[in-house]
T-cell receptor, first 117, second 114 residues
Framework: AQKVTQAQTEISVVEKEDVTLDCVYE???????LFWYKQPPSGELVFLIR??????QNEISGRYSWNFQKSTSSFNFTITASQVVDSAVYFC???FGTGAGSYQLTFGKGTKLSVIP | DTEVTQTPKHLVMGMTNKKSLKCEQH?????MYWYKQKAKKPPELMFV???????INESVPSRFSPECPNSSLLNLHLHALQPEDSALYLC?????????????FGPGTRLTVL
């Protein structure tokens, strides 16, 4: 069974602070994919980052960075120097192939981030 | 073009109505998805189409009927819905296979069933 746990329901930070969103996943598959999506109040899910199970290299992209550790089944996401526009619900998702070329996503419950000016 | 479009943006319908939600993408993706999202909940997968064929139906009631007329279009036909079906319906698309398999989502259709 696939499962994603985002233990933080809501986080509030003051603008320019760094914030880390936690994600822990469970899967028996050896090949899987991890994603972070942002959902602002408008409702559209915006793709942020993807990491494949066979690539544990951590990267930084602008103000975003992520820490993927297979040993602890964690895929944490950090926003550096937060801005008010970062206020949104952030979803961590676990993806695995369906065998027909498509991918099935299991989402965590989401973390609501509020950045206070 | 990395855009998925959905129409209408908002829909209000009665329990006896028949309506359709439409989704379109021009990224050449051959996998398309329908999700349902209730307020303050994560999206839940409803249907998956791969190469225009239905590959996953997550035990969705028959009052929801998906259709994939071609590789760019995905429809969701609605009939005899219940008030508890009121939700945000999200469409997504992705490449099939390969490592760049992130799903791109449309803005959604906010459905209210009276």
């Amino acid at each position: 069974a696939q499962k994603v746990t985002q233990a933080q329901t809501e986080i509030s930070v003051v603008e320019k602070e760094d914030v880390t969103l936690d994600c822990v996943y469970e899967t028996r598959d050896t090949t899987y994919y991890l994603f972070w999506y942002k959902q602002p109040p408008s409702g559209e899910l915006v793709f942020l980052i993807r990491r494949n199970s066979f690539d544990e290299q951590n990267e930084i992209s602008g103000r975003y960075s992520w820490n993927f550790q297979k040993s602890t089944s964690s895929f944490n996401f950090t926003i550096t120097a937060s801005q008010v526009v970062d206020s949104a619900v952030y979803f961590c998702a676990l993806g695995f192939g369906t065998g027909a070329g498509s991918y099935q996503l299991t989402f965590g419950k989401g973390t609501k981030l509020s950045v206070i000016p | 073009d990395t855009e998925v479009t959905q129409t209408p943006k908002h829909l209000v319908m009665g329990m006896t109505n028949k309506k359709s939600l439409k989704c379109e993408q021009h990224m050449g993706h051959r996998a398309m998805y329908w999700y349902k999202q209730k307020a303050k909940k994560p999206p839940e997968l409803m249907f998956v189409y791969s190469y225009e064929k239905l590959s996953i139906n997550e035990s969705v009631p028959s009052r929801f009927s998906p259709e994939c007329p071609n590789s760019s279009l995905l429809n969701l036909h609605l009939h005899a819905l219940q008030p508890e079906d009121s939700a945000l319906y999200l469409c997504a698309s992705s490449q099939t296979g390969g490592r760049n398999n992130e799903q791109f989502f449309g803005p959604g259709t906010r459905l209210t069933v009276l």
